[in-house]
């Protein structure tokens, strides 16, 4: 394969995993997609490692269909233990999968259930390929040599139905603790106009976290200052491209102090959270002399206050 056959494949691999992605996103209603930054590190993870898991787990599957006879000489038992050690390898797999590519928080009992649903459907629908080109009539007599191409393109499209419907009972079983759907949809939809002065109590809470040697994430941040996840995730975002906040696991969204806390301005935090708000709304030329000059009076009111200053008053 030479040059430009390695480059299609990487394109094409690429795009697929995008793709995947996107649509893990639209599941669990993630409120925008990562930046190409955060993406290319993830994806070089994805394409790099998955040859290896999916080698690795033929691997040991094969080397347990021969070792698994020499404990029981019993059928159905020997049977039952490759189907169940099948499932516990996609499962695996599965959960890996759900946890990393969405752009949100992603629960561990939630994605254990939906991997666990989404590994059941594979594996059932594995043996039921396997068991139609047993027992049907042989689609070569009826078509020749290319008539199992589109009926293993169907069986393609079941196993993604299968993989995005485990997703959806994951994404269900989190969103679904004790809200109904209506003021989820709400949340979904809620726009990032909030008090500019909230980004300030994101970052207290933070850097109190931080000073005690510990990591927080979305949902705490959102507990601590009363938004939605969606909104709060967004102003993390902001954050964390304004280099005030920095990421340590993609998976778990665990966020830190990217700068001393003596160094961060409260200024500086206004700032980021009127930009932040001009990308929502865009611009309004009618009211911008009078909201410039209010929130110059705002910031110019704290230009000399940093975070720090505010880490012993309570969040």
């Known amino acids: 394969m030479g040059w430009v056959g ?20 639209v599941i669990y209603q993630a409120p925008e997609g990562r930046s190409w930054t955060r993406r290319v590190p993830l994806y070089w993870f994805v394409l790099t490692t998955s040859p290896v898991a999916i080698w690795g787990s033929t691997y040991i599957n094969g080397w347990f269909e021969q070792y698994l006879p020499q404990i029981t000489s019993s059928s159905w038992l020997s049977t039952s233990a490759n189907i169940l050690w099948s499932v516990c390898i996609i499962w695996v797999l599965m959960f890996l999968l759900y946890r990393m590519l969405p752009n949100t928080i992603i629960y561990r ?45 169907f069986w ?10 485990g997703l959806q009972v994951s994404s269900t079983l989190q969103h679904l603790r004790g809200r109904q759907l209506a003021e989820m949809q709400q949340q979904r939809q809620q726009s990032l106009v909030v008090d500019p002065g909230m980004i300030v109590v994101m970052m207290q809470h933070v850097a109190q976290q931080f000073r005690q040697g510990q990591s927080t994430n979305t949902e705490s941040i959102a507990r601590a200052t009363k938004l939605s996840e969606a909104v709060t995730e967004r102003m993390v975002n902001r954050l964390v491209e304004a280099n005030m906040l920095r990421r340590l696991d993609e998976t778990d969204h665990q966020v830190v102090l990217a700068r001393p ?35 110059d009076a705002q910031t110019n009111a704290v230009a000399d206050t940093k975070l720090q200053s505010l880490l012993d008053v309570p969040s």
């Open 6 to 25: 390695l480059g299609l494949t990487v394109y094409a691999a690429i795009n697929l995993v995008v793709t995947i992605e996107d649509c893990f996103n």
């Open 109 to 153: 009992r939630p994605a254990l259930v939906g991997s666990l649903v989404a590994a059941l459907l594979l594996e059932i629908g594995k043996h039921s390929l396997g068991l139609y080109l047993q027992n049907a009539l042989s689609l070569s007599q009826l078509y020749g040599s290319l008539g199992l191409i589109p009926l293993f393109m």
């Open 156 to 165: 393609v499209y079941l196993m993604w139905l299968a993989v995005l419907f």
């Open 261 to 295: 806390a003596d160094t961060i301005s409260i200024r500086e935090l206004l700032e980021v959270a009127y930009a932040a708000i001009d990308r929502e709304l865009g611009q309004q030329p009618e009211a911008t002399q009078l909201l410039l000059r209010l929130r």
